[in-house]
Nanobody
Framework: QVQLVESGGGLVQPGGTLRLSCVAS????????VGWYRQVAGKQRELVAG???????NYADFVKGRFTISRDNAKKTVYLQMNSLKPEDTAVYYC?????????WGQGTQVTVSS
């Protein structure tokens, strides 16, 4: 099972950019599908973007055209490039790795979009 650590969050103005990283430790990261989720206090965690082991991607409608997910298996890292950020993107962002019945979550990184 992999362990995941997110980084790259912070405070950014509306219209700004951030790049989140999800770094894995452990074996067989390349065999994990990975998703970025976000959660606002009091609300359910929601999927933002996902990437399969073959590199296929999917996005929630509310981030299409603004966010890009990618992976570098050699670095055991999945990225979430976030452009044109909006105040409603403010949340804790988590990465999740899935391989069969095994799932791992990171601890989350806070993203705050505010002027």
């Amino acid at each position: 099972q992999v362990q995941l650590v997110e980084s790259g969050g912070g405070l950014v103005q509306p219209g700004g950019t951030l790049r989140l990283s999800c770094v894995a430790s452990g074996s067989f990261f390349r065999l994990y599908a990975v998703g970025w989720y976000r959660q606002v206090a009091g609300k359910q965690r929601e999927l933002v973007a996902g990437i399969t082991i073959t590199g296929n991607t999917n996005y929630a409608d509310f981030v299409k055209g603004r966010f890009t997910i990618s992976r570098d298996n050699a670095k055991k890292t999945v990225y979430l490039q976030m452009n044109s950020l909006k105040p409603e993107d403010t949340a804790v962002y988590y990465c999740n790795g899935v391989r069969g019945t095994v799932t791992s979550w990171g601890q989350g990184t806070q993203v705050t979009v505010s002027s």
